[in-house]
């Protein structure tokens, strides 16, 4: 399997009235985050479905159409790479052969290779549906000092990985995390890291509404009003007004 096959599946799918959907929705105009970005109008599920038909392809094919500058190439791509992972530990409950050992290893492949491409891991959705199935996953029982250090980069998207991979550590019930790269991001000026940054804390709340609670009280008069109202909104109405009113 070739990079050349995924994108010849891919180009198969192409729609030219979607793709500029996808253009506007996405915001490739002169100025806005996504500029110059390219799209060929594939829905998500027909990627989904490529992907899993090439998840075996090897990295470094993976690394070639994870550089195109098409946009549904780098989903594709990024979509491989949480079924590669996530098909480890599948592998490592149904044959013995994978020792943890060898699974960790495995599994630290894929998490590497998601970090160090980065720079091509640059819209939101590339990060969302992604970031926290890898980077969370892989750092739920390690050192998540990397966080910290994306969250302090100077790339809107790194800011952003960092953030949304701790949905992984919500799940599990760990919110430390969360809250503390919640803390370090609520001064950041653009409003897709506000968006971030509220729908995390709304996931903490949906678990532990106190904890939620004790982070608005703290912070509510200097959130941004985008992040503000992504965090409540799971909240009473009451709750919501109050909150907005401060």
């Known amino acids: 399997m070739k990079a050349f096959d995924v994108e010849k599946a891919l180009k198969a799918k192409a729609n030219k009235t979607k793709a500029q959907l996808l253009s506007r929705f996405f915001k490739t105009g002169k100025g806005e985050y996504g500029e110059g970005d390219v799209f060929w109008g594939i829905t998500v599920p027909e990627q989904r479905l490529i992907a899993k038909e090439f998840m075996s392809i090897p990295l470094e094919e993976v690394q070639k159409f994870l550089q195109s500058p098409v946009h549904e190439c780098r989903l594709t791509a990024l979509l491989i790479l949480t079924y590669k992972y996530e098909n480890l530990s599948k592998k490592r409950k149904t044959l013995a052969i994978f020792d943890d050992k060898e699974v960790q290893k495995l599994k630290g492949q894929v998490f590497d ?94 678990k532990d509404e106190k904890l939620l609670h004790d982070f608005l009280k703290v912070h509510v008069k200097k959130m941004p009003r985008t992040a503000l109202r992504y965090a409540i909104e799971r909240l009473p109405e009451e709750f919501r007004r109050y909150y907005i009113n401060m």
């Open 113 to 206: 290779f998601y970090i160090k491409n980065t720079k091509y891991i640059n819209n939101w959705d590339l990060v969302d549906v992604t970031c926290h199935k890898i980077v969370g996953a892989y750092l739920y029982d390690k050192d998540r000092s990397i966080l910290y250090r994306l969250a302090k980069s100077k790339n809107l998207w790194e800011k952003r990985i960092a953030i949304i991979s701790t949905f992984y550590f919500i799940q599990q019930r760990d919110f430390s995390d969360s809250i503390k790269i919640a803390e370090m991001l609520l001064g950041d000026k653009h409003d897709l890291i506000h968006k971030a940054v509220g729908w995390m804390l709304r996931e903490v709340g949906k």
